[in-house]
């Protein structure tokens, strides 16, 4: 039974969600292990959605540390079909401004050995992830921050590093001659285990500050990067409300299909414990024939 079709996973500055009706939370376990924190289920303008800090409450998991598998899968269990992700970013172009909205369409992978597949243990898939957002929630979520005012940049590459320190000035002036726009620490695995389990994906980018390339006249201080990411949290749960009456129809999304054509294994020998754990993500592939 579906207990949401829409999912919020927050990022740093957004650990809980105001306004949600018919409130309940939820602890789900999956083969993979804990989510980030229990998921709180509820009502926005009518739609019902589930949402998951994905540092936890309090902030107390590093992106390193987040177990993105349990994360996602558990969304896939309460019938999450689309996923709106607010991360924090740093710009890394002038005319991304702080406090300015980046819907990316792009994703470089500078991550080092984060699990990032569900799949392995006796069954191989590639899915496709050329497009790694759904364009369809992209477009309602651009739609959905230009109702609330916010300066909205549609489109951009999103350079995922590792973490936890910030870049040193050599790589953040690589990263930039290499054409990225924000730069941030949370969007791989998430990403790709969105593709996987099928789930449409987009990401609001709320740019803190400029990243360590700029040469500012005012100095960045901790004080200022808190104030700008309390005021992007405002604007995202703005934006998020609004998106509740313009979602896509995703039944006929590509990525409600991602994994039809990218199972390479030979269905008769993935093992039976493999097939127990990933039922929920494979159940429409391993019916005889399919
Ligand atoms: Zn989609």
Redesign the pocket.
């Known amino acids: 039974m579906a207990e949401a079709q829409i999912a919020v996973i927050g990022g740093s500055g957004l650990y809980q969600m105001e306004g949600l009706a018919d409130l309940s939370e939820v602890r789900v376990a999956t083969p993979f292990g804990e989510p980030s924190d229990v998921i709180t289920l509820g009502t926005l303008e009518g739609q019902r959605i589930a949402f998951l800090p994905r540092h936890g409450r309090g902030h107390r998991i590093s992106p390193s540390e987040i177990n993105a598998r349990a994360n996602i899968y558990a969304l896939k269990l309460l019938g999450v079909k689309q996923i709106i992700a607010v991360s924090a970013c740093g710009s890394m172009r002038e005319s991304i401004a702080p406090l300015d909205i980046v819907i990316p369409d792009q994703i470089f992978d500078r991550t080092k050995g984060r699990p990032s597949t569900f799949f392995g243990q006796g069954i191989v898939t590639h899915i496709g992830f050329a497009d790694p957002f759904?364009?369809?929630?992209s477009n309602a979520l651009l739609e959905a921050t230009k109702t609330v005012g916010a300066r909205v940049h549609s489109g951009g590459t999103y350079v995922c590093i590792e973490g936890p320190q910030f870049s040193t000035k050599a790589e953040s002036r690589i990263y930039r001659q290499w054409g990225v726009d924000v730069i941030g620490m949370t969007a791989i695995p998430e990403a790709k285990l969105a593709r996987e389990a099928e789930i449409?994906y987009a990401t609001l980018a709320l740019a803190t500050d400029y990243d360590v390339w700029h040469e500012s006249s005012e100095p960045v201080t901790v004080e200022m990067v808190v104030a700008n990411l309390m005021k992007n949290t405002e604007t995202a749960k703005r934006i998020i409300r609004a998106a509740m009456t313009m979602l896509p129809n995703?039944d006929s999304?590509?990525?409600?299909s991602a994994l039809k054509d990218a199972i390479i294994t030979d269905r008769t020998l993935i093992p039976a414990e493999t097939k127990r754990d990933l039922g929920p993500l494979l159940y429409k592939y391993l019916t005889p024939n399919a």
């Open positions: 759904c364009q369809r929630l449409c995703t999304c590509g990525c409600q």
